[in-house]
Structure formats: C-alpha cells, structure tokens
C-alpha cells in the first residue's frame, strides 16, 4: 500500500492483483492517480485534483528531505518556497514551470547549479518545439536568477541565449461568424454554455476571468446609468492592476436574463451549480460545449490541426471591435492589453481588407470604363 498518507487517496489491489490508487472526493467523480505515490507523476496528477475540486491540501515537496548543498535539486527545492516562485507568479504559471523543472530536475538535480554554462541551455533546449523552448528558456531563466540573488551564482547562462526565427504560430483560431452562429444555434439561451459564450466573446475576457465574473461585478454607472461589469483582470494583477469596466452590451444582458437564479457567485457553473475550481476546469468543459455544438477541428495554414476553443472568441471579440471602428486605445480598454503592439494584428487585418476592397474597386470601375469606351 502506498507509504505515505494523503487525503482523498484510496489504495487497493484490482481483480488482477494490481495495486491501483484512486482519488475520492466527496461530490466529485472518481479520478485513477498514475504512478506510486511520492513519485512526480503522482503528486502532480495528486496536486491537480486537489485544485480542480476545491483545494485544501498541501503539495508535498518530493525530494526536499534528500538534497544535497549546492545541487540543481537543492536550488529547486528552495526555489518552491520562495516569494520569487509563490508571490511573483500565477497559479498556472507555477504549474507549468513547476512541471518543467521537474523535467530538468530528474535528469540533472544531482549536478552542481554552479556548473551550469550557456552551452547547456542551448543543448537542453534542443530537439523542442518553438513555443516548448520559449517556455525552458524563461522558467530556467527565473531559476537561475534566483540562484544569482541566493549567491549561489555570479551570472545567468541564459542571459543572451536566443532561439531561431520560425514561422509565427497562429495560436488559438479566432472564432469567425459561422462558427459562432453554429455554437449559438445548438446552445439555447438559458443554457450556462451559451452565457458563457456571450460573456467570453462581448467583453473579450480571458477564461480566468470569464469563469470568476459574477452578480457582485456588476455596478450601475452614475455617469449614463448603464449596467457594467467591472473587475480587475487577473493576468495583470502583478503588473499593472488596471480596473476594467465593460458595458453589458444586449446580447450579453439577453443572456445573463434568460438563466435561471442560482444562489453561485460566479456567472458559470457546473453540472452540479457549483463554481468552476479552476480556469482549466471551465475551459475543458467549454472545449466539450463546441464539440457538442458540431465545431470541427480545422487544419490550418502552419499545418497545424487546431480546435475551437474559449480563447479564440477573446480573439474574435477583438476583431469584432477593429472592424467596428475602434482605434487600437479603445481596444485597449476593454482588452486589458497594456501596450498597442499586442492588438497591431487586428488593426492589420482591418487595414488590409479596407486598402484590398479600395483597389479591387478601382479595378473593377476601370475595367467598366474600358468595356464601355470599346463600344
């Protein structure tokens, strides 16, 4: 039986004779854990549950009780606890660094972390995907320049470490008016799915926000006297902390009207009527709205096969918003961009089908005036 005693781990042997650990919640489904308990794999898989059902439990830091001085693991470990790790990254920032290090830790934790050369970053991050390598480059980045605030290091190998010019990823595909025609056509207002389309695509909220936005957000404007919803958005609580206050457009206000009234915070919910736990936990069930609603997996021109999903109606609301007019600023405050770069893509779009549509005029009145002068 597992050695260590977690809550909500049931260990048992199966009709094989296979010793197998599932996670019981109570008011949750039944969750298979991979691995022996203490291993990564486990704890992981362990942590995540724990998350996406309410918290409550304490990650155990595995390892922490066998480093030695001075090793890759031992700065690690040390890493974990640090306000450098805790304080100044989100959650699932934490969660996809703390996977990675995981990665280097197992194949070189017993290395000495003043070791570490330029040269080695290089040949870690070989063989990886682009955005896979972006991801080392930056979590190794952090470790190492914590090391240099500990004194464990004089200098950061990753400093200037560059990565190769590739094609640009198209990243999450933008949500164009069929797709959300198809969606609103199988998911009735009333429906939890179909709020949260509304809510995702008329105020451009990330998923994070979209999940945790609820009656207690929306305020009366003393200025026109119009409902908003007014909230701080969570990817930049480190950063900036810009307060957003968004206009609750018709489409939206149709939808928040047609629910039926739920005691929850939260705008969305479960099955169950409860909060979504995580932001993850509401996308998952958001990628089984679309495919409900028929939306197929498209493949794209990078090669890539890519599926509709709760990010790409962020992307669509903001070309909705180009479209309509706006300039990048106004785009700004209902994004939450904190720089006009990052919204340069729609005003390009825009730019591009007005100067087309204006030359395939031109075109077309010049070929009328030279049918008309040949007869």
Not at 208 to 214: F, I, P, Q, S
Not at 291 to 316: E, M, N, P, V, Y
């Amino acid at each position: 039986m597992a050695k260590i005693k977690l809550p909500h781990v049931n260990s048992f042997y199966d009709r094989h004779g296979k010793l197998r650990h599932q996670f019981r919640r109570k008011g949750y489904k039944k969750k298979s854990l991979p691995g022996l308990p203490g291993s990564q794999m486990f704890m992981d898989a362990y942590q995540l549950l724990i998350e996406q059902t309410g918290g409550g439990a304490l990650r155990v830091d595995i390892g922490a009780n066998r480093t030695k001085t001075g090793t890759i693991n031992a700065l690690i470990v040390n890493y974990y606890k640090s306000d450098a790790f805790t304080e100044a990254l989100a959650p699932e920032t934490q969660r996809m660094r703390r996977n990675i290090l995981e990665r280097f830790r197992a194949d070189h934790g017993d290395k000495r972390a003043t070791l570490l050369r330029q040269d080695h970053i290089y040949k870690i991050l070989e063989g990886r995907k682009r955005h896979a390598k972006q991801n080392w480059l930056k979590t190794l980045r952090g470790l190492m320049a914590f090391a240099i605030a500990e004194g464990i290091r004089a200098d950061n190998p990753c400093a200037g470490v560059g990565l190769p010019k590739g094609a640009k990823s198209m990243g999450h595909m933008t949500w164009l008016e069929p797709q959300i025609a198809l969606y609103r056509d199988h998911h009735k207002l009333g429906t939890v799915a179909r709020l949260a389309l509304e809510l995702l695509l008329n105020i451009a909220a990330r998923r994070y926000d979209a999940h945790v936005l609820g009656r207690q957000h929306i305020i009366l404007s003393n200025k026109d006297g119009k409902k908003k919803l007014c909230w701080r958005p969570h990817k930049t609580m480190r950063s900036t902390a810009k307060m957003l206050k968004i206009t609750i457009i018709p489409s939206l206000q149709a939808a928040l009207d047609a629910m039926p009234k739920s005691e929850a915070l939260t705008f969305l919910t479960t099955d169950r009527g409860r909060p979504f736990a995580s932001a993850a936990a509401f996308g998952n069930k958001f990628a089984d709205w679309c495919k409900a609603a028929g939306l197929k997996q498209i493949l794209c021109d990078d090669g890539r096969t890519r599926s509709f999903r709760a990010h790409g109606l962020r992307k669509s609301s903001l070309r909705a918003l180009a479209h309509a007019g706006c300039t990048g600023i106004e785009m700004m405050q209902v994004s939450g961009h904190s720089s006009l770069k990052q919204l340069q893509e729609y005003l390009d779009e825009v730019e591009q089908e007005q100067m087309a549509d204006s030359a395939m005029e031109k075109l077309m009145a010049s070929e009328t005036k030279m049918a008309t002068s040949g007869d």
